[in-house]
């Protein structure tokens, strides 16, 4: 695409040479003699950049820039001025110019800095474009989960998001989502454009972990050759994540709580005292409270933390997020293998509604990858579930009937499949007929919508 450059300038011959200048490298110009017929031209054109000259009849360069800066802050405002005062330059940076030119110029310095210009708004667009994309990426949207627990979890997320909070406790077995929910506070906040960084306290030594996050000076130990900044530094305005913090040694813990406090620390071996504004996300799967008793975590800490702590249920405790999750999951794969699994069999929903998922949403991602690169089934069944979840079924199988049959008296050798294929062929078709619209696909099937609803659940259809 090409740029559009607009010029503001009431010289004729400097628009004249600026124009064939700029032509000639392949841009699109638009000329204004004066201010006002430049902020009308960017209204109905638009430009990609505007190059200005400051002193003007009627309304100033300053004027327009000003108005500029309002209203069309995306466009990259170059100064040209004759008079080569340094204050007046700076002066027009602070007032938000991208960069400014002397007059008289020549054709390289102009082309230099149009192109600096136009690069570095680019840049920025871009940036901004991520930013946005990051965010609904990773912003709560993406905790999957209809259940009150979960729910409430969402609520609290986009609270702590826009709140000064700047210490956060994640709390929650292993697999219940807890970088999820870090990275959702990070990205759905202010601080979103600034650095989120994370690091595993278990994965590192204490004295490297300390360096990694504090920074050290040159020398300060055998192999600091150079000096480094730390995470906290790197992270500054954003988001440090320490994952696993109750297995940071308990030296370590007091630096950080005199940054909790504080907002200061030292660079190892440093003297000085650095001040960082960063918003610390703690996570752990492990009791606290017990590494309190046990002396292994700083009391001190552990309440610094616990002033806002978010609690992520185990799975087993919202039984109703698993179909959801399930295809959540299943749609992911679908396009991550080009699969075109539709979901699970009623037993094996059945089977996962009632296993216990100690490795929580993680081992449940893991269990639906596995079947689907295994399987090319449209509806997975129990024996493409692991073991694990398949054994409390297994005693029956073979019988046809569904679900637990403890209580089954009598046996239908094989049209108990049949009958629920039946019935999940019923709901599909009624669905397909209504344009998914449930409550006429119910009267359809002459049920309620309840029960339609819980049989779209059971055959992984919602
Ligand atoms: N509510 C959810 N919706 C969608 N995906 C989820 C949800 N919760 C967890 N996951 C997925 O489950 C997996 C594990 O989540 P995550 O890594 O956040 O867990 P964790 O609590 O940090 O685990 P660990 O304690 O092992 O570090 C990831 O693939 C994540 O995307
Ligand atoms: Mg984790």
Same mark, same amino acid.
Request: hydrophobic share 40%.
């Given at each position: ?90 002066? &027009? ?12 110029? =020549? ?9 600096? &210009? ?23 949207? =993406? ?152 002396? =292994? ?62 490795? =929580? ?102």
């Amino acid at each position: 695409m090409t740029e559009r450059i607009l010029i503001v300038d009431d010289e004729k011959l400097i628009r004249w040479s600026l124009q064939k200048n700029l032509v000639h490298a392949g841009y699109e110009v638009l000329e204004a003699v004066d201010g006002q017929q430049a902020l009308e031209m960017i209204e109905d054109e638009g430009a990609d950049l505007m190059l200005l000259d400051v002193r003007m009849p009627r309304m100033s360069g300053l004027e327009v820039l000003a108005h500029t800066v309002e209203h069309h802050p995306e466009i990259p405002v170059v100064l040209m001025t004759a008079f080569s005062s340094v204050e007046g330059a700076v002066d &027009a940076m602070k007032r938000g110019a991208f960069d400014y030119l002397m007059k008289p110029f =020549n054709h390289d310095e102009v082309l230099l800095v149009v192109r600096k &210009a136009l690069h570095a708004t680019r840049l920025q667009r871009e940036l901004a474009l991520l930013q946005q994309q990051q965010r609904s990426e990773f912003g709560t949207d =993406n905790l999957i989960g209809k259940s009150a627990k979960v729910r409430e979890v969402c609520q609290l997320i986009n609270k702590i998001a826009v709140s000064t909070a700047t210490t956060v406790l994640v709390l929650g077995e292993s697999g219940t989502g807890k970088d999820l929910t870090a990275k959702a506070i990070h990205y759905s906040s202010n601080r979103a454009a600034q650095p989120f960084v994370n690091i595993t306290c278990s994965a590192l030594p204490e004295q490297l972990l300390e360096s990694e996050l504090m920074g050290h000076e040159k020398g300060s130990f055998t192999g600091a050759r150079e000096r480094k900044r730390g995470l906290f530094e790197v992270a500054d305005g954003g988001t440090v994540f320490l994952d696993e913090i109750g297995d940071m040694g308990v030296g370590l813990q007091a630096k950080l709580l005199r940054i909790l406090e504080e907002k200061t620390f030292r660079r190892v071996g440093g003297t000085k005292d650095l001040h960082v504004d960063v918003r610390i996300v703690a996570a752990t799967n492990r009791n606290l409270e017990q590494a309190v008793r046990e002396g =292994n975590f700083r009391e001190d800490l552990y309440y610094r933390l616990m002033v806002i702590p978010v609690e992520i249920p185990p799975l087993r405790e919202r039984i109703e997020d698993i179909p959801l999750l399930i295809t959540h999951f299943i749609d992911r794969f679908n396009v991550e293998f080009n699969k075109k699994t539709l979901g699970l069999t009623s037993d094996a929903m059945d089977c996962c509604e009632q296993y216990g998922w100690p490795g =929580n949403v993680r081992e449940l991602r893991n269990v639906i990858e596995r079947a689907m690169i295994l399987e090319n089934k449209e509806y997975l069944d129990l024996e493409d579930l692991p073991h694990a979840l398949r054994a409390p079924f297994e005693g029956i199988e073979g019988s046809g009937l569904i679900g637990r049959t403890d209580t089954a008296v009598f046996q239908l050798p094989d049209c108990g499949y049949a009958l629920q294929d039946m019935e999940r062929e019923m709901v599909r078709q009624a669905l397909e007929k209504t344009e998914g619209n449930q409550s006429r696909a119910a009267g359809l099937l002459d049920i309620s919508r309840d029960s339609l609803r819980y049989k779209m659940r059971k055959f992984g259809m919602l």
